[in-house]
């Protein structure tokens, strides 16, 4: 079966009660959000830059770091994937440009 973000969101769960010597996951959470945000912020740049100019393996392993690492900042800030994939489900039903004029008129 396929991997999927529900997959790594659970290991994350689990490796965030491991000792940070064995987790850079713990190590991360210890750390705290703002420590998270950064590295999420990097990731995000690195992952830009891929998108720019990277090759697609380059870009296919910079997104795997920031999928890892927005699923520790979400865990950092106590909000379930599942409130991101609902909100994410809650659009499907409109354009991307509709969803965006929903926001700016509320
Ligand atoms: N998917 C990932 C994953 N992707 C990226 N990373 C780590 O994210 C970091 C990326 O940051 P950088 O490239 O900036 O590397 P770095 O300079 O060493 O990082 P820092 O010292 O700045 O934190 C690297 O250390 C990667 O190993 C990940 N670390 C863990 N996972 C998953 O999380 C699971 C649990 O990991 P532990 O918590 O370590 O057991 C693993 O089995 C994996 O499934």
């Known amino acids: 079966m396929a991997f999927t973000l529900d997959d790594l969101d659970r290991i994350i769960s689990e490796r965030a009660s491991a000792d940070a010597k064995e987790s850079y996951t713990r190590a991360l959470l210890d750390a705290g959000s703002v420590r ?9 740049v690195e992952a830009a830059l891929a998108t720019a100019s ?8 910079e ?9 520790v ?4 800030r106590d909000v379930p ?7 994410l489900q809650r659009r499907t039903g409109q354009s991307g ?10």
């Open 97 to 106: 440009h509709a969803e965006k004029a929903s926001r700016i008129n509320h």
């Open 63 to 71: 997104a795997a770091d920031v999928l890892y690492h927005l699923l």
């Open 36 to 44: 998270c945000a950064k590295k999420l912020g990097e990731e995000g």
């Open 81 to 87: 994937l599942s409130d991101v994939m609902e909100l």
């Open 73 to 76: 900042a979400l865990k950092a």
């Open 54 to 61: 990277g090759t697609k393996v380059e870009l296919a392993a």
